[in-house]
C-alpha cells in the first residue's frame, strides 16, 4: 500500500522555521501540524514563540492550544492527536506540514515508535519527585542503572521525562528505550508515513544573536505579564508546563530568587543551550536534508526547500 507522504521542517529554536514553513504551505496547499511541545498550552504565547493570527498568513496550524496548562500531556497523546489531524488533512485532499523544534514530538511522527501503555501512578510520581528534592540527580542516577540509553539522551534536571522512564520501567518490566527511544529504527519497523524532511541551519554565532533578539521582542512584548497572568490564575510553579525556557526563569525572578536582568540572562542562556542540543538531536537523522539559511538568502532558502519537497514527492501539480 502506498504510504501517505507527510513533510517536515525542524531546526534549533530562532532559526527562522514558522516564517518558512507558512511560505511552503501556502504553495504546497498544505495546512501546518505544530511539534511544539509548549505551544500546546492555553496562555502560553509569547514565551513560545506561538505564531499569531497574522503570522499565519491564512494557512490553518493544528496542535496549538489544545490542552490547559495544568493538564496532563506527553509524547503519546501528541503522536495520536498529530496523527488524527494528519490523517484528516490528506482526507480533505490537502498536504500535512509538521513545523517544530521538540525533537521527541518529530520523531514520534517520523519514526515508528512503540509508546508504553504503562498507566501513569501520581502516588509514586510525588514519591519520586520528593526523592529527587531532597536530593537533585538521584533519579537520573536511579535510571542509569537499567536504562543507561535513555539516561543519556536525557539531561539530569529533565525530572518529569526520568520520572516517566522510572515509571515505564516499574510497571511493565521494559526500559523506555525499548519502547520508545529506537531513534535509529534498529528493529527496522515499518512507518505508516513517508517523511519528507528539510532542516534550517545556520552559523552558531548567527544563530544565538537571533536567540538573544528574540528573548529581547518577547520581553517587549510582555512576556513577564504573561508569566504574573499564569500565576496569578492559580497555576503551581511546579508543573511540568512551567518549567518551559523562560517561564521557569522568570517565575524565579518573581519568587524574589533573581533580579529581572539575571531572569532574562538565564533564560538566553538556557536557550542558546537548548539550541545547541536541538542541532545535536536533528543531526542523528540522516533522513534530513538541511539548507543552510547563511547562503541562501531572502526568498531563496524557500524557494529551495519548496523545491526539494516537489521532487522528493512527486506531486507534479505542487
Not at 18 to 25: D, N
Request: charged share 25%; aromatic share 8%.
Amino acid at each position: 500500500m502506498k504510504k501517505k507522504k507527510i513533510f517536515a521542517i525542524v531546526g534549533p529554536t530562532a532559526s527562522g522555521k514558522t516564517a518558512v514553513s507558512v511560505k511552503i504551505a501556502a504553495r504546497l496547499n498544505a495546512e501546518i501540524v505544530s511539534a511544539d511541545s509548549i505551544q500546546i498550552y492555553h496562555g502560553m504565547d509569547i514565551g513560545s514563540a506561538k505564531p499569531t493570527f497574522e503570522e499565519m498568513c491564512g494557512v490553518k496550524h493544528h496542535m496549538i492550544d489544545i490542552v490547559d496548562i495544568d493538564d496532563d500531556y506527553n509524547v503519546a497523546l501528541f503522536r495520536k492527536q498529530a496523527g488524527e489531524c494528519i490523517d484528516d488533512i490528506i482526507a480533505r485532499g490537502k498536504l500535512p506540514l509538521i513545523c517544530g523544534g521538540t525533537g521527541l514530538y518529530v520523531n514520534s511522527l517520523v519514526y515508528p515508535l512503540n509508546f508504553s501503555s504503562a498507566e501513569p501512578s501520581f502516588e509514586r510520581r510525588s514519591e519520586l519527585a520528593e526523592i529527587e528534592t531532597n536530593a537533585p540527580g538521584t533519579l537520573h542516577l536511579m535510571l542509569n542503572e537499567f536504562d543507561p540509553q535513555t539516561a543519556a539522551r536525557l539531561h539530569p534536571n529533565d525530572t518529569k521525562r526520568i520520572i516517566r522512564a522510572i515509571e515505564v520501567y516499574e510497571s511493565t518490566g521494559e526500559t523506555m528505550s525499548s519502547c520508545g527511544g529506537d531513534f535509529i529504527n534498529e528493529r527496522n519497523a515499518e512507518i505508516e508515513y513517508q517523511p519528507i524532511i528539510a532542516g534550517i541551519t545556520m552559523d552558531r554565532a548567527k544563530l544565538y544573536s537571533r536567540i538573544e533578539h528574540r528573548v529581547d521582542v518577547m520581553m517587549q512584548n510582555g512576556f513577564l505579564n504573561e508569566v504574573k497572568q499564569i500565576l496569578n490564575a492559580g497555576f503551581d510553579r511546579s508543573i511540568p508546563a512551567l518549567q518551559g525556557l523562560g517561564y521557569k526563569q522568570l517565575i524565579m525572578h518573581l519568587s524574589g530568587e533573581c533580579t529581572l536582568d539575571e531572569a532574562v540572562e538565564l533564560i538566553k542562556r538556557d536557550t542558546r543551550r537548548f539550541a545547541k542540543r536541538q542541532i545535536s538531536w536533528f543531526k542523528r537523522d540522516k533522513r534530513i536534508r538541511w539548507f543552510d539559511a547563511d547562503s541562501l538568502v531572502g526568498e531563496e532558502l524557500t524557494d529551495s526547500i519548496f523545491e526539494y519537497f516537489v521532487s522528493e514527492s512527486n506531486y507534479g501539480r505542487c
